[in-house]
């Protein structure tokens, strides 16, 4: 399980291709973009295009973009 707030997610690689840029400017603004992390539907973290590849050939999208910042109390 992934302990982190769910910002936006992939639902293939198409979907991927075609609005990365615009979801990661988005949320880039309120996340500070090395806290959004995306990780596929077997848990594995997905960063760079061979990544997403990957999960494209292996059936495991949608992927997930979590903000993972902590909260400290």
């Known amino acids: 399980m992934i302990n982190g707030k769910e910002l936006f997610r992939f639902e293939n690689y198409n ?3 075609n609005w990365a840029a615009r979801y ?3 949320y880039s ?9 995306c990780f596929d539907s077997i848990g594995r973290y997905c960063r ?5 590849m990957r999960a494209r050939d292996q059936d495991t999208f949608p992927i997930i973009a979590y903000d993972m910042r902590c909260e400290v109390e």
């Open 15 to 17: 979907h991927w291709v």
């Open 24 to 26: 990661f400017r988005m």
């Open 29 to 37: 603004n309120n996340t500070p973009k090395e806290y959004i992390l």
């Open 48 to 52: 760079i295009g061979k990544e997403f």
